[in-house]
């Protein structure tokens, strides 16, 4: 059975739309980096942004669908 939420699919299009104007300590359109920092990044993106989470204005906050299918991208294992 395919795992219903991947990285190709799912994950890197919510995040490529802030590459090109935020600097970061790791990629997010990469695989390994936002894999390795997954926990970091959903600690960040569950967090409103005003207390301090991601995305910071002027980008509108992650929806709760995007928010559910980065966690459900973890307990999957990260699918790719």
Known sequence: ???SVSFANDILPVFR??????MWRFDLTKY???KANA???????????NLGGMP??????LTKEQIAAF??????????
């Open 71 to 80: 966690k459900s991208w973890m307990e999957q294992g990260f699918p790719t």
């Open 39 to 49: 926990q970091a990044i959903y600690s960040q993106i569950s967090t409103p942004p």
């Open 56 to 61: 910071p204005a002027p980008y509108p906050p």
């Open 17 to 22: 739309q802030f590459r090109g104007s935020m």
């Open 32 to 34: 390994d980096d936002v």
């Open 1 to 3: 059975m395919e795992p």
